[in-house]
T-cell receptor, first 113, second 114 residues
Framework: AQSVAQPEDQVNVAEGNPLTVKCTYS??????LFWYVQYPNRGLQFLLK??????LVKGSYGFEAEFNKSQTSFHLKKPSALVSDSALYFC???????????FGQGTELSVKP | EAGVAQSPRYKIIEKRQSVAFWCNPI?????LYWYQQILGQGPKLLIQ????????DSQLPKDRFSAERLKGVDSTLKIQPAKLEDSAVYLC????????????FGQGTRLTVV
């Protein structure tokens, strides 16, 4: 069965420090991988996606993610965290282009000044 | 514009009452999904439509939930009767088709069952 795991419920980072939000997946076939962010009382917003090509994908707001096929991971990263990055982050996977999105359980990122 | 409109934005009902949600995607979205997002959790798929037809409803609690898609465009999701554990945000997500990786999210309907 296809699944996505975000092993950390919460990540705490000091402003200006690098951040990493972890995601691992389990699918049969080539995965299409996504990161979404959700601010309080707001809808899901698309951050970035990996379809094919370079393993390092750059997205919105300075975020990037690295696809690692051997480790079946797609960790979200940012070199320098901002307080405004504090939000709930979801990793998701699709098995084929038009297929359903399977979401992880979410990681709450807290960036302190 | 590839938008997805949902209504209502918020709904409060008592348990055992009925409720319906509407999703209005921009025409051209062949694929439509309804997700349930309980507070603090990731969205969980309830049902997937491809045009008028149901592709996957394996996670839909069919004893109380029903959904339809009219003419391959608009969709409604109904709960009858509602339970306390149905309190969640119900997301409508649309996709252009099998060849597209893009997914367009509605803002969701926040349901509170009291």
């Amino acid at each position: 069965a296809q699944s996505v795991a975000q092993p950390e419920d919460q990540v705490n980072v000091a402003e200006g420090n690098p951040l990493t939000v972890k995601c691992t997946y389990s699918v049969s076939g080539n995965p299409y991988l996504f990161w979404y962010v959700q601010y309080p009382n707001r809808g899901l917003q698309f951050l970035l996606k990996y379809i094919t090509g370079d393993n390092l994908v750059k997205g919105s707001y300075g975020f990037e993610a690295e696809f690692n096929k051997s480790q079946t991971s797609f960790h979200l990263k940012k070199p320098s965290a901002l307080v405004s990055d504090s939000a709930l982050y979801f990793c998701a996977v699709r098995v084929w282009r038009g297929g359903k999105l399977i979401f992880g359980q979410g990681t709450e990122l807290s960036v302190k000044p | 514009e590839a938008g997805v409109a949902q209504s209502p934005r918020y709904k409060i009902i008592e348990k055992r009452q009925s409720v319906a949600f509407w999703c209005n995607p921009i025409s051209g979205h062949a694929t439509l999904y309804w997700y349930q997002q309980i507070l603090g959790q990731g969205p969980k798929l309830l049902i997937q439509f491809q045009n008028n037809g149901v592709v996957d409803d394996s996670q839909l609690p069919k004893d109380r939930f029903s959904a339809e898609r009219l003419k391959g465009v608009d969709s409604t999701l109904k709960i009858q009767p509602a339970k306390l554990e149905d309190s969640a945000v119900y997301l409508c997500v649309a996709g252009i088709g099998r060849r597209s990786t893009e997914a367009f999210f509605g803002q969701g309907t926040r349901l509170t069952v009291v």
